[in-house]
């Protein structure tokens, strides 16, 4: 079972639309979360980070977690296509694990 | 704040030859560093973690004798990839770990190195 995982996608979702990618992990411990978003040739940018249970709100991204079920996603409200680009869920229970992204793609 | 820098940017080199790459981080220290490898189309692959002041951990199946890294300072590490082969082609991207303030445990990364041997 790896550490991090995620749909690889694509996940492809219309402007304006709400897109939902979910990642599972591993590691009962994990007490860091984040998701990065890296576009096609460079390298990632830190979005959001989460640490406790619930939600966490920053624009139009919302950062949920649930370490009961080990369950961290990001939801996107009203995609743009801008948003287009892959999604790295990464947790830190002593050194930082990469899933290995979801692809987004937002069609105008 | 939290910015990282790579140099270079990209480079081009010969069969044989070796590449050094710098990563710094320009407004914060980092007492950890880690330098990730990823082909076209392909996920983040941890090559190592680079802790100032003393060895750096590989992962699996990294060899350290061709990839050297030094963290010489709490704002520099550099990789060194030694006799270049074409399948050493790749992009080369370090990070750098917060550990104080609001961005704590954060991972900042440079911007990345592409690495091209012919």
């Known amino acids: 079972q790896k550490e991090v995982e995620q749909n690889s996608g694509p996940l492809s979702v219309p402007e304006g639309a709400i897109a939902s990618l979910n990642c599972t992990y591993s590691d009962r411990g994990s007490q860091s979360f984040f998701w990065y978003r890296q576009y096609s040739g460079k390298s990632p940018e830190l979005i959001m980070s989460?640490?406790?249970?619930g939600d966490k709100e920053d624009g139009r991204f919302t950062a949920q977690l649930n370490k009961a079920s080990q369950y961290v996603s990001l939801l996107i409200r009203d995609s743009q296509p801008s948003d287009s680009a892959t999604y790295l869920c990464a947790v830190n229970p002593n050194d930082m694990r990469f899933g290995a992204g979801t692809r987004l793609t937002v069609k105008p | 704040g939290a910015v990282v820098s790579q140099h270079p940017s990209w480079v081009i080199c010969k069969s044989g030859t070796s590449v050094k790459i710098e990563c710094r981080s320009l407004d914060f220290q980092a007492t950890t560093m880690f330098w990730y490898r990823q082909f076209p189309k392909q996920s983040l692959m941890l090559m190592a973690t680079?802790?100032?002041?003393?060895?750096?951990?590989?992962e699996q199946g990294v060899e350290k004798d061709k990839f050297l890294i030094n963290h010489a300072s709490l704002t520099l590490s550099t990789l060194t990839v030694t006799s270049a082969h074409p399948e050493d082609s790749s992009f080369y991207i370090c990070?750098?770990?917060?550990?104080?303030?609001?961005?704590?445990?954060?991972?900042?990364f440079g911007p990345g190195t592409r690495l091209t041997v012919l």
């Open positions: 680079s802790n100032e002041g003393s060895k750096a951990t590989y």
């Open positions: 989460i640490y406790s249970n």
């Open positions: 990070s750098a770990q917060s550990t104080s303030g609001s961005s704590y445990n954060e991972q900042f």
